[in-house]
């Protein structure tokens, strides 16, 4: 857990001032919180919900994982709304926010 915290807050310094996903996805550190795979999802929702300030990059992840983009049109651009569709949509589908 420690190390995808670490990771987070890399990934967040390294892409802060990103324009594009693909400058995102192009971050060592996001290649390797995209590596752990369904493992991380739990701490990515925990993040997520406690208001993260890498909010962006975490949703970027959570598509990449799961192959889901639960963000309805009307949401889209309002990072507010767009962590409550994902916090929806795991709560939906099992995905724990607790600490394990």
């Given amino acids: 857990m420690m190390y995808s915290q ?3 807050e890399r990934l967040l310094r390294d ?4 324009s594009s996903d693909a400058q995102m996805r192009d971050s060592k550190s996001y290649k390797r919180l995209v590596a752990e795979g369904q493992n991380v999802l739990p ?3 925990r993040s997520l919900a406690h208001g993260h300030p890498a909010t962006v990059q975490i949703m ?5 994982i799961t ?3 639960p963000v309805t049109p009307a ?4 990072t507010d709304k767009m962590a409550r569709d994902w916090l929806n949509w795991g709560n939906e ?6 600490s394990q």
Avoid: Y
């Fill in 43 to 45: 701490f990515l929702m």
């Fill in 60 to 64: 970027l992840l959570l598509r990449d």
């Fill in 15 to 18: 892409t802060d001032l990103a």
């Fill in 67 to 69: 192959g889901h983009d």
């Fill in 6 to 8: 670490l990771e987070l």
């Fill in 93 to 98: 589908n099992g995905i724990s926010q607790s």
């Fill in 75 to 78: 949401d889209r651009g309002d």
